[in-house]
């Protein structure tokens, strides 16, 4: 595996000193850490949703902290995707419009292709039959795995994800855990944020960060079904050596 | 997707989006309606002007006509395109009726006239030059509805007969404003009628282009040509035609300012709060990469669509409305030439109107980009602006309430008693006018004696007209109309100043000092010609100045001792005041009957119906504006509110909710936001109220300096001002919020405990 996401002493205000670390392309990577720890800062930073104060963002060959405001939105609208914790959907679209939503302001000659890639995603994730409904008539978990759909719709090179289950229940954060281990399987990058340990046990590598610093680093391998429990278990015990 | 954004947009928000179309089609009316009929009546005052050759200077002059002097002074200058000398037959009101309708009560110079012979042209109603055949008579138009004449209607004269063959639009005399108005009759009637009156000369020129009309003015008076009468200018005549009708526009186009001022406002707000709703959106679509210029792109798409809509309805109406308005102008002065540059103009304005709307919009829209991604994301900190809801409430009724005082205060200010003072007469109940009259002199003076025996009459002042030569103290000369008399039994409304008492006190008329570069402390020189061919100089200090309307508004006031004047006065008048108001009408009957038969020259008029017959029209017109003014600012109010209503409602929804679970009704809640909402509308108000006494006074004030009035100050009618309007506004608005506030019942308790998804 190669190296798709480079990061060198970032920092940001006095949330984040001097943190450092990579992301292999085709990886799953969970941050974790308490409250307050700059878990989103960093995500925000190494995005370029934020502009970090000093330090090294590389994707691929492209440098990101030195990159201009639209040069950064020009970079997360073509390269990169999305998920958040609220599930933010403009409300006079439906979910199929909301989903190609970013790809036609990309590139609007290809049309026609993303709302057939579109139309593909959500029946991957099995809420094609959502495709045509306002945002405010669909579950909670449907309407985030719409919005991984629309993550994915530019085939970026990596997806960022906050907090993505943090306003789910149990059984809807399952659905959209499923959904992202799928795309993973398929190639896709992701560096999810999450408090949740059950959620990150899903993850091939977590990332402990504390006052702004990478305390730790577990590898737990790629995922499967069958040994998720064990996954969780070992997770929390390592978790339990932060005092988490 | 952007039109599938809007048209769902549209749907979800039926009001607030029908409230901005109305807005944007209000705007685009009135802009496009003021500057429709602007451009209307000033093409079609000059369409006339040009077809009808108005002369570019004119002097009236009653008495003997050197013409061989005059003919002379032509000869000497090569300013001068073309001259005549028409005659004007001053006919008595009281001989005069059309049909079954009398003259008497007109305050009007009325006379017969032949066609110009080669300029000053009558024309019809298609603006083709008439020519009257024996035994007909044209007729001004302005006279048409006022007294309802038609075409074969018989106008008589004492005994004599004329028939009504139609109208003529007279370039010089159509405005009420002129004080005389004259009726085409065929040569021939005219020497024929001509035992009926007294004759009066226009003097007319027209120049040469290029040529300085002021100029030519002075020269014209230096060279002592006949000048016994008023002097009138091509500007004066354009000023006074376009007057009547153009205060009326004047006040739409300020109405059309502020309801744009409104409508800024209120789109402002509604974008401010859509902004804040949208706040997580936006901030995704920024996260995602969406450039900031295609965020944008998304409400301006939303926004445009309403303009064009509003700009086409508002295009629509004002086209309905034009009609309707423009009726007056189109009579008087007949269509416009370039009929087709007057609706671009029309619809340059109404777009005008939506450009300044949609170039608010993206002013608003900017401050979405100072926001990051995160911060609209993570709903911390920022730049983003909140918005204060009621703010609009207070600023929309402070501006209706002054959109609806200063027509009001116009209205009030124009038909006031003491509006006279300010047009350079003054305040009595009557005024009698001697003019036209072989022995002025004499006549005042019997006048003067009935009056005097009057015991029915509290006060009277008479005054003498006389033209005086003036030398100014930088040795330059002018001739001044000076009327003499006791200026303060009914002073006039001064500017600057006071009125004269002594011999050694002159005032001027504002036009007058403007023209003479003189101020309030400064001394001219007065040459009075005695009997012998002597002449007496009197040394005076200006002591007031004071707006008139009267003789081309070029007046002066002294107190010098005539009793031995050579020369006979131009015209004199005498101001009555009378013990009882209420007998005034018969009082000016009796004397009408005693001293206007035959040809005396004498006019006895109240001068309540002298006003009315200057300015009633232009205060039909701004009554007329005043009530369309109260409507729509009712109107405002009422969907300002609903929608306002609305917004804070839905903002604070999470708040009620929360009042309810912790025990509150709703009708508590709605007295809340009610007692809110009257504690605004009534900040407004008296905002209001200041804005209109302070600046609505010269607003109003500069309108009616344009017609010769200034220096004035605003006659409120407090039942009206401090009663009527606010009230309602109040009324209004507290309906409007009942309304809206019903949405309150709808809101559940439990709402405030559910997060997340809105």
């Known amino acids: 595996m190669s190296s798709l996401l480079r990061v060198k002493s970032i920092k940001k205000d006095n949330i984040l000193n001097d943190v450092s670390f990579e992301v292999m392309s085709g990886e799953m990577i969970a941050v974790m850490g308490p409250s307050g720890s700059g878990k989103s800062t960093l995500l925000y930073n190494v995005s370029g949703m934020d502009q970090a104060d000093g330090g090294e963002v590389w994707l691929g060959d492209t440098e990101i902290v030195q990159l201009s405001e639209d040069g950064k939105a020009k970079l997360r609208l073509n390269r990169m995707g999305f998920v958040f914790q609220q599930m933010n959907m403009i409300s006079n679209l439906n979910i199929l419009d909301n989903i190609v939503f970013p790809a036609v302001r990309a590139d609007k000659r290809h049309r026609a292709e993303y709302y057939e890639r579109a139309r593909k995603l959500l029946d991957d994730f099995h809420i094609a039959d959502i495709a045509e409904r306002r945002i405010k008539e669909v579950s909670g978990g449907q309407l985030q795995r719409a919005c991984i759909c629309r993550s994915m719709i530019m085939n970026p090179e990596i997806i960022f994800a906050d907090e993505p289950t943090g306003a789910l229940n149990r059984t809807s954060a399952a659905e959209v855990m499923d959904a992202f281990r799928k795309i993973n399987s398929e190639g896709a990058t992701i560096m999810m944020v999450t408090h949740d340990s059950w959620i990150a046990s899903k993850c091939e590598r977590i990332i402990y960060l504390l006052d702004g610093q990478i305390r730790g680093e577990l590898r737990l391998g790629k995922s499967t079904p069958e040994i998720d429990k064990a996954r969780e278990q070992k997770l929390v015990h390592w978790l339990e050596g932060f005092g988490w | 997707m952007n039109r599938k954004i809007v048209i769902n947009d549209f749907k979800g928000n039926k009001l607030i989006t029908v409230s901005t179309c109305i807005f944007m089609a209000v705007t685009a009316m009135l802009l496009g309606l003021s500057i429709f009929l602007f451009s209307s009546l000033a093409v079609s005052i000059d369409t006339l002007m040009n077809i009808a050759e108005t002369p570019h200077f004119l002097q009236m002059h009653t008495g003997e006509l050197d013409e061989e002097e005059l003919e002379n002074f032509i000869a000497s200058r090569n300013d001068v395109e073309k001259s005549q000398i028409s005659r004007f037959l001053n006919l008595q009101n009281s001989c005069l009726s059309i049909g079954d309708k009398s003259f008497e009560a007109n305050m009007q110079d009325n006379g017969l006239c032949c066609q110009g012979e080669c300029f000053d042209y009558l024309v019809d109603g298609n603006n083709n030059v008439i020519h009257a055949e024996t035994g007909e008579v044209y007729v001004p138009v302005a006279y048409k509805n006022e007294y309802e004449i038609e075409q074969g209607d018989t106008m008589r004269i004492g005994t004599e007969e004329l028939t009504v063959a139609g109208f003529l639009r007279d370039s010089q005399m159509n405005s009420m404003m002129a004080s005389s108005k004259r009726f085409l009759v065929s040569d021939e009637d005219y020497e024929r009628l001509k035992y009926l009156g007294s004759e009066e000369y226009l003097i007319e020129f027209r120049l040469k282009e290029g040529s300085d009309v002021n100029a030519f003015a002075t020269d014209y008076k230096d060279a002592g040509l006949p000048e016994n009468g008023p002097t009138i200018t091509y500007p004066l005549i354009r ?478 009618d407090p039942l009206e001002s401090f009663g009527l309007v606010p009230l309602l506004i109040m009324i209004t608005a507290v309906m409007a919020a009942v309304l809206s506030l019903t949405e309150i019942k709808r809101i559940r308790a439990s709402e405030c405990l559910n997060s997340g998804l809105e």
Not at chain 2, 251 to 269: A, G, K, Q, W
Not at chain 2, 483 to 511: C, M, T, W
């Open chain 2, 239 to 716: 000023i006074m035609n376009a007057l009547s009708d153009g205060v009326m526009i004047l006040i739409i186009l300020l109405v059309s300012i502020v309801v744009l001022f409104i409508s800024v406002l209120c789109i402002r707000y509604i974008i401010l709060t859509q902004l804040e709703k949208d706040r997580r959106e936006i901030g995704m679509l920024k996260a995602v990469g969406i450039s900031r210029k295609d965020i944008q792109s998304l409400y301006i798409s939303k926004y445009l669509i309403l303009s064009m809509i509003g700009c086409l309805v508002g295009i629509g109406l004002a086209l309905v409305l034009a009609g309707q308005l423009g009726l007056g102008i189109k009579e008087m002065y007949g269509e416009a030439e370039n009929k087709v540059l007057i609706y671009i103009f029309m619809v340059l304005g109404a777009l005008l109107a939506e450009a300044i709307i949609l170039l608010f919009i993206r002013r608003i829209l900017r401050s979405t980009e100072k926001e990051s991604a995160v911060s609209a994301l993570t709903g911390k900190g920022g730049s983003h602006k909140k918005s204060n809801l009621w703010r609009p409430a207070l600023i929309i009724s402070a501006a209706a309430v002054f959109m609806i005082l200063v027509p009001m205060g116009m209205k009030n200010t124009m038909s006031a008693p003491e509006f006279v003072t300010y047009m350079g007469i003054g305040n009595s109940h009557v005024r009698i006018d001697v003019r036209q009259n072989d022995d002025i002199g004499n006549t005042t003076l019997n006048l003067t004696n009935r009056i005097k025996d009057d015991d029915r009459v509290e006060s009277f002042s008479v005054m003498r007209t006389r033209s005086y030569k003036v030398y100014l103290q930088d040795g330059k000369t002018y001739n001044l109309m000076l009327e003499n008399g006791d200026h303060g039994v009914f002073p006039v409304n001064y500017q600057e100043g006071k009125y004269p008492e002594r011999e050694d006190e002159i005032a001027l008329s504002g036009l007058n000092a403007e023209e003479m570069n003189v101020r309030v402390g400064d001394k001219v020189t007065v040459l009075k010609e005695v009997d012998g061919g002597k002449t007496e100089t009197y040394s005076c200090t200006v002591c007031g100045i004071y707006s008139d309307i009267t003789n081309g508004g070029k007046t002066a006031k002294g107190c010098l001792d005539d009793s031995d004047d050579k020369t006979p006065p131009m015209w004199s008048i005498i101001y009555v005041s009378l013990k009882d108001e209420a007998i005034s009408g018969k009082w000016v009957e009796e004397y009408q009957n005693d001293f206007t038969s035959g040809s005396d020259g004498v006019k006895v008029i109240e001068i309540s119906d002298y006003l009315h017959g200057i300015y009633g029209q232009t205060i039909r017109n701004i009554q007329d504006a005043s009530v369309l003014t109260m409507a729509l600012s009712g109107i405002i109010i009422m969907v300002v509110i609903v929608l306002l209503m609305r917004l804070i409602i839905w903002k604070e929804r999470k708040d009620s909710s929360l009042k309810k679970a912790l025990g509150l009704s709703s009708s508590e809640i709605r007295t809340d936001y009610l007692k809110k909402l009257v504690l605004y509308v009534f900040s407004g108000v008296v905002i209001g109220e200041l804005l209109g006494e302070l600046l609505g006074q010269r607003i109003a004030g500069g309108l009616l300096s344009l017609m010769g009035a200034s220096g004035f100050k605003f006659v409120i």
